[in-house]
């Protein structure tokens, strides 16, 4: 079996990225049917994503692994644009309990992503995106403890914030209902960089405090307003 890491994956879909969008709009420049990308748009919605959470920390189970998405955009050209997108998934949580303690931990993150869209197909009603950037991903943890099994006040509450890289590689299938608002069937494959911060012996760090690399697979619907 052959495994191609996310960095490898950018570096082999780009090229095919480029090569497939200037075949397209070789193709499409003498089509009076094509349908340029609008010239701005902003958009919300919703994406279910595979669940990495073991990754965001410690002792999680499973996540909901619901994406919110806010997004907005211009074009450039009539087939290459610009866009920003901001994603935050659900956070996840949890809790260890001893004879005389109690441990809570809590991690939510966030993703501001930079990408470049490239139209390969636009017809009368619908069309066809691809969409590749980079970004950071922002994490929060927080950690919280009791001395006691139940019952008692929190005597220990900690914060501890981290930045990442992170990559997205995906599609778009935009569906224009009106003259100005569409819906747009995504999906994206996100390479989220974190680092390997684990306990390591004689180094030991709070099950709240570890996280990992991971990827991130998710497929969505988002409504937009377009112009």
């Not at 919605?45 to 806010?70: F, P, T």
């Not at 494959?189 to 990827?215: D, F, M």
Request: glycine letters at 10%; a positive charge; proline letters at 4%.
């Amino acid at each position: 079996m052959i495994t191609i890491k996310p960095r490898g994956a950018f570096v082999v879909a780009l090229p095919l990225v480029l090569v497939f969008s200037s075949h397209s709009a070789y193709a499409q420049s003498n089509d009076s049917t094509f349908v340029p990308l609008p010239r701005g748009f902003v958009g919300v919605g919703l994406a279910k994503a595979s669940s990495d959470a073991e990754s965001r920390m410690r002792l999680v189970g499973e996540d909901s692994s619901l994406v919110w998405l806010l997004e907005a955009g211009v074009a450039v050209t009539p087939r290459f644009g610009v866009s920003v997108e901001f994603a935050k998934p659900t956070a996840v949580a949890a809790s260890t309990r001893g004879r005389s303690f109690q441990a809570f931990g809590r991690q939510e993150e966030r993703a501001l992503i930079g990408l470049a869209r490239v139209r390969a197909w636009g017809f009368d009603h619908w069309a066809v995106d691809l969409v590749g950037g980079a970004g950071v991903l922002f994490q929060h943890h927080e950690l919280r403890s009791a001395p006691c099994f139940s019952g008692c006040a929190e005597t220990r509450r900690e914060t501890l914030a981290h930045r990442a890289a992170a990559f997205s590689l995906g599609a778009e299938i935009p569906v224009r209902v009106t003259g100005h608002f569409s819906l747009s069937a995504v999906a994206r494959y996100c390479a989220l960089r974190r680092g390997e911060h684990v306990t390591e012996l004689p180094n030991l760090i709070p099950w709240q405090y570890e996280w990992k690399s991971s990827a991130r697979i998710g497929v969505g619907i988002v409504g937009r307003a377009v112009w």
